[in-house]
């Protein structure tokens, strides 16, 4: 099985950061991650993609703060006392990149075992498969993991569709 987690592009086992979007579990690679931060002033950019419509302050950088549920079909809610951003560095094109992500919840760092992931599975999904680089086990829970890479990639890989209609598969 961890044969399957390597080829979808994760190490046979990786140290993560579990972050909470509505009720799913998503893991960051937790060496990506540069900081949490409670919420901060947004600036909103206008004629932005919906999934990145503003970015902030960190230490003097100005960062994009990205909203994944936007890109996994997810309805938006506003944030709560819950709420962090997560400050995770992205390679873009050969350059380290900071980016902002907004998570309704941080919950831990834990290990993810290579045997315990899949790749996603193409049918009966809500998110894009092409986002997921794995689906982990933690006892009874699934973890997503997503690819940060495709996520922030080329403009053409980014476009958010809608869930597909599960009646219809």
């Known amino acids: 099985m961890s044969h399957a987690f390597e080829k979808a592009g994760v190490p046979a086992s990786m140290k993560a950061l579990t972050i909470g979007l509505q009720s799913e579990v998503f893991a960051l690679p937790a060496e990506s991650v540069r900081e949490i931060l409670d919420m901060v002033p947004i600036t909103e950019v206008p004629n932005a993609r919906a999934f990145v419509g503003g970015v902030l302050n960190v ?92 996520i922030f990639g080329p403009k053409e890989d980014r476009e958010p569709s809608s869930a597909p209609d599960e009646r219809k598969l």
């Open 59 to 150: 230490r003097g950088k100005v960062v994009p703060l990205a909203d994944l549920r936007v890109m996994f079909g997810m309805e938006r809610t506003p944030p709560d006392t819950n709420t962090r951003i997560v400050v995770i560095e992205v390679d873009l094109e050969g350059e380290p990149t900071l980016v902002g992500i907004l998570a309704d919840k941080v919950h831990d760092v834990t290990e993810i075992a290579g045997a315990s992931v899949e790749e996603a599975p193409t049918v009966g999904m809500r998110w894009r498969a092409e986002f997921i680089r794995g689906i982990g086990k933690r006892g009874a829970d699934f973890i997503i993991i997503p690819d940060m890479a495709r």
